[in-house]
């Protein structure tokens, strides 16, 4: 039996009023503390050379809790405090194992608005939900049951631009366990008419949700242009306009669910490019485009579906020229255009399609890798 997988099971909520308050009030203090320990490790290192600790962070907070002008972080939970400078440690973590950017300070209007409560500061009782400082159960809209048994380690709380409110329990899950092995191997070549053509010569239809509400979106851009900053008429259509947004990122996770899944599900190798997304979108022709597709949230919920069940994910070299290589012969051309969809091999006469070839040549590169 191998470890029990922890999934996160996330749900929208109804605050109440006092509730909605309190919330606020946490995700402010979550967001002063966050910068105000970012900037003081930053002093730190500029001045001292010196890197600090979470346990310094730590001290410092109970010396800002005392502070006149601080004295409101004492109006709130203080375990979403500390987890605040335990994600702030992770970030530094990453910079200094140089596997991220230096930590940036968080926007009261563009930071995701989120508070993470762990086991001391909530309580679970009889499927009800109290978070501290509160006196009432959160109102969940229970849209999928928990596996049975489960108690929540870690809850985290979450604002959207749109107005709706989150909540995310992470819980042991058990019902997650490797699939029966297959024989199976398919490659994945990303692309924008197909959102991924497949070794098997299957071709993945590309949504385009932005696109397809770009009129829209346009349209309530405008009309929030329009409005005088800081109004209320001004938020009414900044509300909007992140309702469209929402609407469109909430559609496309659904289908990339969907279809990360069953490539998992139905392969036992799944053989995918090791994309520079971030390089490509500088091609400001293709940007939104490639932004609307998602490629790395798709290979993101790929990767830990197929550790979930027991399957591999094999990454191919970005300068791999898979689409120039004949599947067939593997002769390499030294050149093709992108608007070149069909193209014959000079060295043994095979008709290629553009993206089914590379797919092949994706799954053929991988398995050599493997």
Same mark, same amino acid.
């Given at each position: &039996?191998?470890?029990?997988?922890?999934? @996160?099971?996330?749900?929208?909520?109804?605050?109440?009023?006092?509730?909605?308050?309190?919330?606020?009030?946490?995700?402010?203090?979550?967001?002063?503390?966050?910068?105000?320990?970012?900037?003081?490790?930053?002093?730190?290192?500029?001045?001292?050379?010196?890197?600090?600790?979470?346990?310094?962070?730590?001290?410092?907070?109970?010396?800002?809790?005392?502070?006149?002008?601080?004295?409101?972080?004492?109006?709130?939970?203080?375990? %979403?405090?500390?987890?605040?400078?335990?994600?702030?440690?992770?970030?530094? $973590?990453?910079?200094?194992?140089?596997?991220?950017?230096?930590?940036?300070?968080?926007?009261?209007?563009?930071?995701?608005?989120?508070?993470?409560?762990?086991?001391?500061?909530?309580?679970?009782?009889?499927?009800?939900?109290?978070?501290?400082?509160?006196?009432?159960?959160?109102?969940?809209?229970?849209?999928?049951?928990?596996?049975?048994?489960?108690?929540?380690?870690?809850?985290?709380?979450?604002?959207?631009?749109?107005?709706?409110?989150?909540?995310?329990?992470?819980?042991?899950?058990?019902?997650?366990?490797?699939?029966? %092995?297959?024989?199976?191997?398919?490659?994945?070549? $990303?692309?924008?008419?197909?959102?991924?053509?497949?070794?098997?010569?299957?071709?993945?239809?590309?949504?385009?949700?932005?696109?397809?509400?770009?009129?829209?979106?346009?349209?309530?851009?405008?009309? &929030?242009?329009?409005?005088?900053?800081?109004?209320?008429?001004?938020?009414?259509?900044?509300?909007?306009?992140?309702?469209?947004?929402?609407?469109?990122?909430?559609?496309?996770?659904?289908?990339?669910?969907?279809?990360?899944?069953?490539?998992?599900?139905?392969?036992?190798?799944?053989?995918?490019?090791?994309?520079?997304?971030?390089? &490509?979108?500088?091609?400001?022709?293709?940007?939104?485009?490639?932004?609307?597709?998602?490629?790395?949230?798709?290979?993101?919920?790929?990767?830990?579906? @197929?550790?979930?069940?027991?399957?591999?994910?094999?990454?191919?070299?970005?300068?791999?020229?898979?689409?120039?290589?004949?599947?067939?012969?593997?002769?390499?051309?030294? @050149?093709?255009?992108?608007?070149?969809?069909?193209?014959?091999?000079?060295?043994?006469?095979?008709?290629?399609?553009?993206?089914?070839?590379?797919?092949?040549?994706?799954?053929?590169?991988?398995?050599?890798?493997?």
């Amino acid at each position: &039996m191998g470890e029990v997988v922890k999934r @996160a099971y996330k749900y929208r909520f109804y605050p109440t009023p006092q509730q909605a308050e309190q919330l606020n009030r946490t995700f402010g203090c979550v967001r002063k503390v966050y910068n105000l320990a970012l900037e003081a490790r930053t002093r730190a290192w500029a001045v001292d050379r010196r890197r600090s600790t979470y346990v310094q962070s730590s001290a410092w907070l109970t010396e800002w809790k005392r502070t006149e002008e601080l004295l409101f972080l004492n109006e709130v939970s203080s375990v %979403p405090l500390q987890q605040a400078l335990r994600h702030l440690q992770a970030g530094f $973590a990453g910079f200094w194992g140089k596997r991220s950017r230096y930590p940036r300070f968080k926007s009261k209007r563009k930071s995701r608005a989120s508070a993470e409560y762990t086991r001391s500061a909530f309580r679970w009782r009889d499927g009800q939900l109290t978070l501290a400082k509160m006196d009432a159960p959160l109102t969940i809209v229970w849209s999928r049951a928990l596996p049975d048994g489960a108690e929540p380690s870690t809850v985290t709380v979450s604002r959207d631009a749109a107005g709706r409110w989150f909540v995310s329990l992470l819980v042991e899950d058990p019902t997650v366990e490797p699939l029966p %092995p297959l024989s199976t191997a398919v490659g994945v070549d $990303a692309g924008i008419t197909s959102l991924l053509t497949l070794s098997t010569g299957e071709k993945v239809t590309n949504p385009r949700y932005e696109r397809v509400d770009r009129r829209k979106l346009a349209k309530a851009q405008r009309s &929030m242009a329009r409005k005088a900053r800081d109004s209320a008429n001004r938020a009414k259509a900044r509300l909007a306009v992140a309702r469209i947004h929402a609407r469109i990122a909430d559609r496309r996770r659904d289908h990339l669910h969907k279809l990360s899944t069953r490539l998992v599900r139905e392969n036992q190798t799944v053989v995918i490019e090791d994309l520079s997304v971030g390089n &490509m979108l500088r091609n400001h022709s293709l940007a939104r485009a490639i932004s609307d597709a998602a490629w790395t949230q798709l290979r993101g919920m790929i990767e830990y579906k @197929a550790a979930w069940y027991g399957r591999t994910v094999i990454a191919v070299d970005r300068w791999y020229p898979s689409t120039k290589t004949c599947s067939a012969c593997g002769r390499i051309n030294t @050149a093709m255009a992108l608007g070149v969809r069909v193209w014959t091999c000079p060295g043994c006469d095979a008709v290629h399609d553009r993206d089914v070839n590379a797919a092949k040549n994706i799954l053929a590169a991988g398995l050599a890798e493997r």
